[in-house]
């Protein structure tokens, strides 16, 4: 059975850095694209972007390009989203997802709050 | 990028009551698009995917379907524990995907 397995809350600072981790088991974590999604308080789901462990290759929203770096390590079935120069519209829970087909999100992790705050 | 204009914002129905949620694409996106629920304080679910097929152990009450730009989901028969948020998501390769801004459903 597949499971990810999030990191836990972070309470950060404006202008500094996060990383979240999503541990993938019951899979072979290179088969899928790991993705990542967006849920800031009271709003929708926005899609952050992905990587193929595989090979590293990324794709991102042209809303986070820039400021969101994503990695996949095989080694130890983990992927990890960097945020950085963080602003209080960062705030928001923060789930990566993934799939057998490239797109389709049949498995989510429970969600990481990230709370940005002077 | 593709983006996908979901409506209506909200709907309040009965039990029992057909549910009716339209995604419309800016451009063809051919069945490149699935379904989720989400209830508070959980990740989402996916109930249909590329367009029209139920994923395993969703209740047939859910369907979808349509192809190019305009996509339907339906709750035939609203149940109380279908009270959610909705999502259309799109993922005409090759990416940026993107999600529909929502539709909560709620019992009248």
């Known amino acids: 059975e597949v499971h990810l397995v999030q990191s836990g809350t972070e309470v950060r600072k404006p202008g500094t850095t996060v990383r979240i981790s999503c541990k993938g088991s019951g899979y072979r974590f290179s088969d899928y694209y790991m993705h990542w999604v967006k849920q800031a308080p009271g709003k929708g789901l926005e899609w952050v972007g992905l990587?193929?462990?595989?090979?590293?290759?990324?794709f991102y929203s042209k809303n986070f390009q820039g400021r969101v770096f994503l990695t996949a390590a095989t080694s130890s079935d983990t992927a990890y989203m960097d945020v950085s120069d963080l602003t209080s519209d960062d705030t928001a829970v923060y789930y990566c997802?993934?799939?057998?087909?490239?797109?389709?999100?049949?498995?989510w992790g429970q969600g990481t709050l990230v709370t940005v705050s002077s | 990028d593709i983006q996908m204009t979901q409506s209506p914002s909200s709907v309040s129905a009965s039990v029992g009551d057909r549910v009716t949620i339209s995604c419309q694409a800016s451009q063809g996106i051919r069945d490149y698009i699935n379904w989720y629920q989400q209830k508070p304080g959980k990740a989402p679910k996916l109930l249909i995917y590329d367009a029209s097929n139920l994923q395993t152990g969703v209740p047939s009450r859910f369907s979808g379907s349509g192809s190019g730009t305009h996509f339907t989901f339906t709750i035939d028969g609203l149940q109380p524990e279908d009270i959610a948020t909705y999502y259309c998501q799109q993922y005409h390769i090759p990416p940026p995907y993107s999600f529909g801004q929502g539709t909560k459903v709620e019992i009248k």
């Open positions: 990587v193929d462990p595989e090979d590293g290759n990324t």
């Open positions: 997802a993934t799939g057998d087909s490239s797109g389709i999100l049949d498995f």
